[in-house]
T-cell receptor, first 114, second 116 residues
Framework: NAGVTQTPKFQVLKTGQSMTLQCAQD?????MYWYRQDPGMGLRLIYY???????DKGEVPNGYNVSRLNKREFSLRLESAAPSQTSVYFC?????????????FGPGTRLTVL | AQSVAQPEDQVNVAEGNPLTVKCTYS??????LFWYVQYPNRGLQFLLK??????LVKGSYGFEAEFNKSQTSFHLKKPSALVSDSALYFC??????????????FGTGTRLQVTL
């Protein structure tokens, strides 16, 4: 039981390049989330998916797109990377849509945009 | 809008001493509060949560948190700190879904430094 896994662990991009961050969970959770972590700002929600086939914007969605490929996988795409997107990205999942549920986090992807 | 505040960027404590990491919240309705810990270069790990009931919540690694409704606080505590507790701690509040998944709002984090 690996929990939440993310690939890659590290990535360096040039401004304007695109890339997709991958996330998978093996806990049969319904909801999945993408956050970014910046110094002094905590974690901010980018996008989330309540269930397979649905996605919604979070607090900071601009410049990102997501795909809930199936129940296990939730990817985050940067179409044209900008230096402001340099951050650590975390994927998380939770069992269902109850707001008392715990979210479980992956190990993160450290992205640098030059 | 829901929010949490962690007023201290860093807390320093000697090993063996009690520790407190502070968190205050602002929500409309019932608060659902969480504490997470992040060790260097790792993801967030769940410590504990308050949903309802007993105001003292016990969690992982000997941590506990006290919910105080009148002071709108949810401070994290441990009776005896360990050097291995040194990490970044986040308080978060969950708010009800509006037809979709629940969401967490995080505080800015408090770095705990435990020294010998």
């Amino acid at each position: 039981n690996a929990g939440v896994t993310q690939t890659p662990k590290f990535q360096v991009l040039k401004t304007g390049q695109s890339m997709t961050l991958q996330c998978a969970q093996d806990m049969n959770h319904n909801s999945m989330y993408w956050y970014r972590q910046d110094p002094g700002m905590g974690l901010r929600l980018i996008y989330y998916s309540a269930s397979e086939g649905t996605t919604d914007k979070g607090e900071v969605p601009n410049g990102y797109n997501v795909s809930r490929l199936n129940k296990r996988e939730f990817s985050l795409r940067l179409e044209s990377a900008a230096p402001s997107q340099t951050s650590v990205y975390f994927c998380a999942s939770s069992e269902d849509r109850s707001y008392t549920d715990t979210q479980y986090f992956g190990p993160g992807t450290r992205l640098t945009v030059l | 809008a829901q929010s949490v505040a962690q007023p201290e960027d860093q807390v320093n404590v000697a090993e063996g001493n009690p520790l407190t990491v502070k968190c205050t919240y602002s929500v409309s309705g019932n608060p659902y509060l969480f504490w997470y810990v992040q060790y260097p270069n790792r993801g967030l790990q769940f410590l504990l949560k308050y949903i309802t009931g007993d105001n003292l919540v016990k969690g992982s690694y000997g941590f506990e948190a006290e919910f105080n409704k009148s002071q709108t606080s949810f401070h994290l505590k441990k009776p005896s700190a360990l050097v291995s507790d040194s990490a970044l701690y986040f308080c978060a509040v969950s708010y009800p879904p509006t037809g979709t998944a629940s969401k967490l709002t995080f505080g800015t984090g408090t770095r705990l430094q435990v020294t010998l």
